[in-house]
């Protein structure tokens, strides 16, 4: 499975952007879709997640200002960012845990990609 995210930038504090990340390959469904982000210096953390189902869950440092949704149709998740901030600035990575059924065998398995990244850069 391979993910590709988009949508990075140069933006201005009070500002937005969206992230895109589409899934690709071989598997069955997506379970979950996450995003992920890095700041130099600092260990990678969990900013927002929606599943197959819809439900979401945010890091507190972005709730109630990113929101995070999903197309399964089009395998792609989103992350609207609004009201970025200075320490917003990252990179965004996003993940997919996904599902593969072999219907010779009936043998699921499970995995989980990462994409390559996306920065994220808000200026003061």
């Known amino acids: 499975v391979q993910l590709q995210a988009s949508g990075g930038g140069l933006v201005q504090a009070g500002g937005s952007l969206r992230l895109s990340c589409v899934a690709s390959?071989?598997?069955?469904?997506?379970?979950?879709m996450e995003w992920y982000r890095q700041s130099p210096g600092k260990e990678r953390e969990l900013a927002a997640k929606v599943t197959n189902g819809g439900s979401t869950n945010y890091a507190d440092s972005v709730k109630d200002r990113f929101t995070v949704s999903s197309d399964n149709a089009r395998n792609t998740a989103y992350l609207q960012m609004n009201s970025l901030r200075p320490e917003d600035t990252a990179v965004y990575y996003c993940?997919?845990?996904?599902?593969?059924?072999?219907?010779?065998?009936?043998?699921?398995?499970?995995?989980?990609?990462w994409g390559q990244g996306t920065l994220v850069t808000v200026s003061s």
């Open positions: 390959g071989t598997f069955t469904r997506i379970n979950a």
């Open positions: 993940a997919a845990d996904w599902l593969e059924i072999n219907y010779s065998d009936g043998v699921p398995s499970v995995g989980r990609s």
